[in-house]
C-alpha cells in the first residue's frame, strides 16, 4: 500500500513511523478491523492524511474477503427516479468506502437474470433494488444482502425503504385549504397504480367535504390534464363564477365526474393533481379558457420534476420526493446488513415546495 507523492513513496512504514505504532496496528487502523483504541485510530488516520497516505484497495479486499462493490438494479431507464436514488445511496456508502456499480435491466427480466449473475460473480458485498414505480415487484433471489429503494418488494420480510405519497398529498391539500380555497378537485394518474391511489387518499382525507367530485383517475400525462379541465368545466364549473365550455357529451377516463350543463355559481377553485405532468396540462388549459393560475384556479403537482415544474405557466406548487435522502436511508440499511445488523424497512416523508400556481407572483 503506496502513494507516489512529489517523485517519493509513501509506504505503511511511514504512516506507522509518524503515528508512533507498529505497521501491524496502522494496517489495522486504516482498515477498521482489530481491537484499538479510538484514539490510537484517529492518530494513524491523522498521520496518513498528512502524509497523503492511500491504501490499496485490493489488499484491502484480500484481508477483509469482501470487494467495497455494492450493485444497484433498476428498471428506470430515463435515470428521473433511479440517479437522485443512485446518489442518495452514494453518499451513504461512501462513508464505507463502497463503490456503486449500475445496472439497467429496461424491465427485461432476462436482462435482469443476467445482471445478477454477473454482480454475484464480481462478489458485490449487496445489491440495492430501484426502478421508476412505486409499487411492489417480486425480490430478487441472490445470496447476499438486498435493499429496495423506492420500488418496495411484494416479501414483507425483505428491507424496502419507499415514500409516504399520503402523508406528501396531505400536505399540498393543507396548504391549499390556508390558502382559502374551499371547491377542490383531484386528478391523478392510473388507479392501478399505488402511487395514484396513496395521493388520492391523503389529499382526500385532509380535504373532507371540500372536495367537489369523485377523484379523477387516467393517464400521467399533459394530455390528461387538458381533458381533465374540460370535464370539471362541464360538471363542477371553474373559477368563482362557476363557468364552463359548455354542454359534453362523451365521459372522462374512470372520473366520477358529471358531465353536462355547467352549473350556477361557485365553480372549482383549486386542482391537486397527482403529478407535475398532469398540472403543467392543467395550467395550460386553464389559460387557454381564459382562466388565471392562480387567480381563478390554483393548481398543484406532485413529484417537483424540474423540467415540468419550472417551465410551467406558472410555475408549479408540488411536492418534493426527496430521493436522495431516500438513497442515503437505502444505503445507510445496505451497509448495515453487510456489516451483520437488521435494519428494518423504512419510508420517507416527501417536502412541500411553493411556488407561484397557489399564491401568485
Same mark, same amino acid.
Given at each position: 500500500? !503506496? ?9 505503511? @512504514?511511514?504512516? #506507522? ?39 490499496? #484497495? ?8 469482501? !470487494? ?5 438494479? @433498476? ?16 453518499? %451513504? ?60 418488494? @411484494? ?10 405519497? %399520503? ?5 399540498? #391539500? ?38 367537489? %367530485? ?21 360538471? #363542477? ?11 359534453? @357529451? ?22 391537486? =393533481? ?8 392543467? =395550467? ?48 445507510? %440499511? ?23 400556481? !397557489?399564491?401568485?407572483?
Amino acid at each position: 500500500m !503506496t502513494l507516489e507523492r512529489a517523485g517519493k513513496t509513501v509506504r505503511i @512504514t511511514d504512516v #506507522a513511523a509518524l503515528a508512533g505504532v507498529s505497521i501491524g496496528t496502522a494496517s489495522k487502523a486504516l482498515n477498521g478491523t482489530g481491537q484499538l483504541r479510538d484514539a490510537t485510530r484517529e492518530r494513524v488516520k491523522d498521520a496518513a492524511e498528512k502524509l497523503g497516505f492511500v491504501g490499496d #484497495a485490493r489488499a484491502r479486499a484480500l484481508s477483509s474477503g469482501r !470487494t467495497y462493490t455494492v450493485g444497484m438494479i @433498476t428498471t428506470d431507464s430515463f435515470g428521473r427516479f433511479s440517479i437522485p436514488v443512485l446518489l442518495g445511496a452514494e453518499d %451513504a456508502l461512501s462513508a464505507g468506502q463502497m463503490a456503486v456499480l449500475l445496472c439497467d435491466t429496461r424491465d427485461d427480466h432476462v436482462r435482469e437474470a443476467h445482471y445478477l449473475r454477473s454482480l454475484a460473480a464480481r462478489g458485490v458485498d449487496g445489491i440495492i433494488v430501484t426502478g421508476r414505480s412505486a409499487d411492489a415487484r417480486p425480490p430478487i433471489d441472490v445470496p447476499i444482502p438486498v435493499v429496495y429503494a423506492f420500488t418496495p418488494s @411484494t416479501d414483507p420480510d425483505d428491507v424496502s425503504v419507499t415514500l409516504d405519497d %399520503a402523508a406528501g398529498s396531505a400536505r399540498v #391539500a393543507e396548504h391549499v385549504l390556508s390558502t382559502g380555497r374551499r371547491r377542490v378537485a383531484i386528478v391523478t394518474g392510473p388507479e392501478r397504480h399505488r402511487s395514484a391511489v396513496r395521493r388520492v387518499c391523503g389529499a382526500a382525507e385532509v380535504l373532507g367535504a371540500h372536495l367537489v %367530485a369523485e377523484p379523477m383517475y387516467g393517464e400521467w400525462s399533459e394530455r390528461w390534464g387538458r381533458q381533465a379541465v374540460d370535464l370539471l368545466a362541464r360538471g #363542477a364549473g371553474l373559477g368563482s363564477t362557476g363557468t364552463g365550455t359548455g354542454a359534453g @357529451t362523451g365521459a372522462g377516463i374512470g372520473t366520477g365526474v358529471g358531465v353536462g350543463s355547467a352549473p350556477d355559481g361557485p365553480g372549482v377553485d383549486a386542482i391537486v =393533481c397527482g403529478s407535475d405532468q398532469i398540472a403543467r396540462g392543467v =395550467c395550460d388549459r386553464l389559460r387557454e379558457l381564459g382562466l388565471a393560475v392562480p387567480d381563478d384556479v390554483a393548481v398543484t403537482g406532485f413529484d417537483d420534476w424540474d423540467v415540468m415544474a419550472l417551465a410551467s405557466r406558472p410555475p408549479l406548487t408540488t411536492v418534493d420526493l426527496r430521493l436522495e435522502e431516500l438513497g442515503r436511508v437505502a444505503g445507510r %440499511a445496505l451497509l448495515d446488513l453487510i456489516e451483520g445488523g437488521a435494519p428494518v424497512s423504512a419510508t420517507v416523508t416527501p417536502s412541500l415546495v411553493v411556488r407561484e400556481s !397557489t399564491v401568485g407572483a
